[in-house]
């Protein structure tokens, strides 16, 4: 799985969460836009299953393994699983609770102008 596409499933997850807060305690302004424009970049399958996460209610849809374990669920994940996900070999799903999965390290910011 590229590294961008992470990324951006991760920031996709960061903007969707945003925009459950109350209207107030948001910015809409750019949110929609920031959203459409992510969901445009990503796979169609991937994409999919992200959509079908968060239709299941499975919030955040997008989940870091940290200390060997999915932090959406906090159940420990087995050794080959975190070796795929950790080696990036591909995108795959916590066995329990079904998130997305992707190493703990966080996205790569874009580059400031």
């Known amino acids: 799985m590229e590294q961008k596409a992470v990324d951006d499933l ?4 960061l903007v969707d969460r945003e925009m459950r807060k109350p209207a107030q305690d948001r910015g ?3 949110l929609e836009r920031k959203r459409a424009a992510l ?5 169609g399958p991937l994409l999919a ?4 996460l968060d239709r299941a209610g ?8 940290v200390r060997d374990a999915c932090s959406g669920c906090n159940l ?3 050794p080959q699983l975190q070796n795929e996900v950790l080696g990036q070999r591909e995108m ?3 066995p329990y609770c079904r998130r997305l999965l992707h190493a703990s390290a966080k996205p790569s910011a874009p580059p400031h102008a």
């Open 10 to 13: 991760i920031r996709l997850s």
């Open 92 to 94: 795959r799903t916590c």
């Open 39 to 43: 969901r445009h970049r990503l796979p």
């Open 58 to 65: 499975r919030h955040p849809p997008v989940a870091a393994v």
């Open 28 to 30: 809409i302004g750019g």
């Open 49 to 52: 299953v992200y959509d079908s």
């Open 76 to 78: 420990a994940l087995p």
